[in-house]
């Protein structure tokens, strides 16, 4: 009899913590199926998972070595090998709270649900901080509102596979490229409202390849945007896509180039990300979501291009003193 639950866990050179990450869903009181997607990895990731396989035996741990293709190609390789009726992703250094998958599956099982979200914990060294997900009304509210994360969701196999998406081979950002063009067939939502993953903040600094990952981000929200155009679903979701935009290239992109210690790179990368998003978006400062008079949305409505190198001197200027 076939598990309910596949887990993808796409690797790549992470043999200091994929044995805690595995362990964590050798332990889950679901019974699950286990489909490690080794993306060519040269240090000795395949020697731990070998060793969790000849511990548990008696689990369906499928293990597969493939070429070097990123982290995309991996997690598309893995969806290819999914029997189960029900899937979803865990990363390499990251791992679950034991009972989880079960409280999910019974929720979406009773609910009769595509998709179920659930919280989750983000983790340093401090602390474990519950970050909240919640329960969507509708797909608007979701595009809106969701943390485009892969980890923290439950998919229905054959919803999935009817809706065709592919993650884009060879860029970063895959996660959100591939939620947000999920976003609108979202129809039957669960939530569980407990953390599933610890979502493991590892020590390191932005590096010049952070100029290689706003590009990569801009060739993502152009296949974001230009799917829903040729669905025939833009006009119907276009202020919600609008703000998806606003956040990412005002917001959590504009914080990451912040942090980037090379003066030149640092403004060009910013440089970028604006110019693409009043490109797409001209007027964006029009978008109704920007009404809400939370802190954040104030703070987009003052951007503009002076205001925005204002902002981006005093941003990075914190960083290089908390550095």
Not at 128 to 152: Q, S
Not at 273 to 286: A, C, H, P
């Amino acid at each position: 009899m076939k598990n309910k639950l596949s887990v993808i866990v796409p690797v790549y050179n992470d043999e200091t913590n994929i044995s805690n990450s595995l362990e964590s869903l050798c332990k889950q009181t679901l019974k699950i199926d286990i489909i490690v997607v080794d993306d060519g990895s040269s240090d000795k990731t395949s020697q731990k998972i070998n060793d969790i396989i000849l511990k548990y035996p008696e689990l369906n741990i499928r293990y597969y070595y493939k070429e070097n293709g990123g982290i995309s190609d991996a997690r598309n390789y893995g969806l290819s090998k999914v029997e189960s009726e029900y899937f979803t992703f865990l990363d390499s250094d990251d791992y679950v709270v034991f009972d989880i998958y079960e409280k999910m599956l019974k929720q979406m099982i009773l609910e009769n649900s595509d998709i179920c979200f659930c919280d989750f914990y983000w983790s340093d060294k401090q602390n474990n901080k519950v970050i909240k997900d919640t329960f969507y009304k509708d797909e608007k509210e979701i595009i809106v509102g969701m943390y485009a994360v892969l980890w923290n969701k439950i998919y229905k196999t054959e919803w999935f596979k009817k809706i065709n998406l592919k993650f884009p081979k060879g860029l970063k950002y895959e996660d959100a490229s591939l939620l947000y063009r999920l976003a609108p067939y979202m129809k039957k939502v669960s939530y569980v409202k407990d953390p599933c993953v610890y979502y493991i903040q590892r020590e390191g600094s932005i590096t010049h390849t952070f100029k290689n990952n706003i590009l990569d981000m801009i060739e993502v929200f152009k296949g974001i945007k230009n799917y829903y155009l040729d669905q025939g679903m833009y006009e119907k979701y276009k202020s919600e896509l609008e703000y998806v935009f606003i956040r990412f290239f005002l917001g959590s992109n504009f914080i990451r180039a912040c942090k980037i210690y090379d003066n030149n790179l640092r403004n060009e990368t910013l440089v970028k990300g604006y110019n693409f998003l009043i490109t797409e978006f001209k007027d964006f400062k029009q978008n109704k979501y920007l009404k809400n008079k939370s802190l954040k949305n104030i703070y987009f409505r003052l951007i503009n291009k002076n205001t925005y190198k204002l902002f981006s001197f005093i941003f990075s200027l914190y960083f290089k003193i908390k550095k």
